[in-house]
């Protein structure tokens, strides 16, 4: 009876020790993302209102078969008002959440993926973690390249799939945005081919500053416009 008493107590005890571990941890799904994937996500920490800290994601095909499991080290989630995750109870999110982001994003014709990675870009905006897909390995690997671009900017880069451009967009204080698009090159990587600057730092004026690559050289163009000429045309 004294030994059934005393293993009782040292299950409860692992029990104790182990618990957050086997059942706090929440899930968070991401139905068809794409047309080729859905995601589980498993978060440690999830708060009123957010879930953010250490998460691992599992990547699912058509089949539901598991593709890929991948970590990020602060996968933000905000969450919405009616959004309450419990321990254990898988909870659905939406793709306007963009804890993932799937799509195309060095035009190869496969797609790409991006997890949310904290809030490292510009004016502490959303940044990602970038995994293109590698036919060779048939797999998601990580591209350091693209998550740089996807970590300096503010948010993730927009994707052009018609001219083949990553697009980025920045500020600096309240009247300074520059926008830099970017081509991709097969076997070598990113080429910045174009920049805009748009400088509103005077009231009464609009300085549009241009540059853009052709035929390897950079071409530099200045205009400036009323305020009321640019906001009407833009």
Not at 60 to 80: E, G, P, R, Y
Not at 128 to 151: P, W
Not at 188 to 210: A, H, N, P, Q, Y
Request: with cysteine; charged share 25%.
């Amino acid at each position: 009876m004294n030994m059934n008493i005393l293993n009782y107590y040292r299950s409860l005890s692992a029990f104790i020790l182990l618990g957050p571990l086997c059942f706090g941890q929440y899930q968070l799904e991401v139905k068809n993302i794409s047309k080729n994937y859905s995601a589980v996500i498993h978060s440690e920490n999830c708060f009123e209102g957010s879930c953010k800290g250490k998460s691992t994601v599992d990547l699912f095909n058509n089949n539901n078969a598991k593709v890929q499991t991948f970590v990020s080290d602060d996968l933000v989630i905000d969450l919405k008002p009616d959004q309450k995750p419990r321990p254990g109870k898988m909870m659905t999110l939406t793709d306007e959440q963009r804890s993932l982001i799937i799509d195309d994003f060095n035009f190869d014709g496969t797609e790409d993926i991006a997890i949310r990675n904290g809030n490292m870009g510009n004016y502490h905006s959303a940044s990602y973690d970038v995994y293109v897909f590698n036919s060779t390995r048939m797999s998601f690997v990580k591209s350091k390249e693209l998550t740089d671009l996807a970590s300096n900017g503010f948010d993730i880069f927009d994707v052009d799939s018609k001219r083949k451009r990553l697009i980025t967009s920045g500020k600096s204080g309240c009247c300074d945005i520059f926008t830099t698009e970017y081509a991709i090159i097969p076997n070598k990587g990113l080429d910045r081919v174009f920049e805009k600057e748009v400088d509103m730092t005077s009231e009464d004026r609009v300085k549009v500053i241009t540059k853009e690559k052709i035929n390897n050289k950079w071409v530099t163009k200045t205009k400036v416009y009323t305020s009321e000429q640019y906001n009407k045309d833009k």
